[in-house]
């Protein structure tokens, strides 16, 4: 029953740093995407992934790389972390890309100082 | 581009109130729409949806229905609990079939016992 699960919760860095948030999905879907959620901004895609070994930009994808490394598995990486990514990031799936139900992980709010 | 707009502001109610979430939106062709919502520390969840013109989408005392008329999927509940607070998104997805959600910016509902 664990559905989109994403790793770290929380993670605070400093500028400058990199890492990998990691998300895996066990409901065989096609297609996984990474939003990020600011305050009074709802929520905008950053990068898509229609089918295992395709990615996409969407609206915002300065700053990040993703990588679908199998069906389950989708991350986004921050080479070298801003203050400007601050916020929240959630990852979801949906069973492909012209299905229109997506599944959200519980987040994961990255601050950086 | 595709857009999906919210009423501003957070909305605050006495349970048993009536619930109005209004949302417009402007797109190419004809979308599927959507609500959303996030409860405290949470992802998103679907709370409902419609595809086609006058489709009305509803679950847990939610309704919405798809006016194409006025481009509006605005959000009802006759009679608010506590347990609705939460955040509310409005959706779309283009109607090319790709799941590229655009999402207006929530709104925060607060029920008051």
């Given at each position: 029953n664990a559905g989109v699960t994403q790793t770290p919760k929380f993670q605070v860095l400093k500028t400058g740093q990199s890492m990998t948030l990691q998300c895996a999905q066990d409901?065989?879907?096609n297609s996984m995407y990474w939003y990020r959620q600011d305050p009074g901004m709802g929520l905008r895609l950053i990068y898509y992934s229609a089918s295992e070994g395709t990615t996409d930009k969407g609206e915002v994808p300065n700053g990040y790389n993703v990588s679908?490394?199998?069906?389950?598995e989708f991350s986004l990486r921050l080479e070298s972390a801003a203050p400007s990514q601050t916020s929240v990031y959630f990852c979801a799936s949906s069973v492909?890309?012209?299905?229109?139900e997506a599944f959200f992980g519980q987040g994961t709010r990255l601050t950086v100082v | 581009g595709d857009s999906v707009t919210q009423m501003e502001g957070p909305v605050t109610l006495s349970e048993e109130a009536f619930l109005t979430i209004n949302c417009t939106y402007t797109a190419t062709g004809y979308p599927s729409l959507f609500w959303y919502v996030q409860y405290p520390g949470e992802g998103l969840q679907l709370l409902l949806k419609a595809t086609k013109a006058d489709d009305k989408g509803s679950n847990k005392g939610f309704e919405a229905t798809y006016r194409k008329e006025t481009t509006s999927f605005h959000l009802e509940k006759g009679s608010v609990q506590v347990s609705d607070s939460a955040v509310y998104f409005c959706a779309l997805s283009g109607?090319?079939?790709?799941?590229?959600l655009a999402f207006g910016k929530g709104n925060q509902v607060v029920v008051i016992p």
């Open positions: 409901m065989n879907h679908r490394l199998n069906k389950r492909d890309y012209t299905n229109t | 109607p090319g079939g790709n799941n590229r």
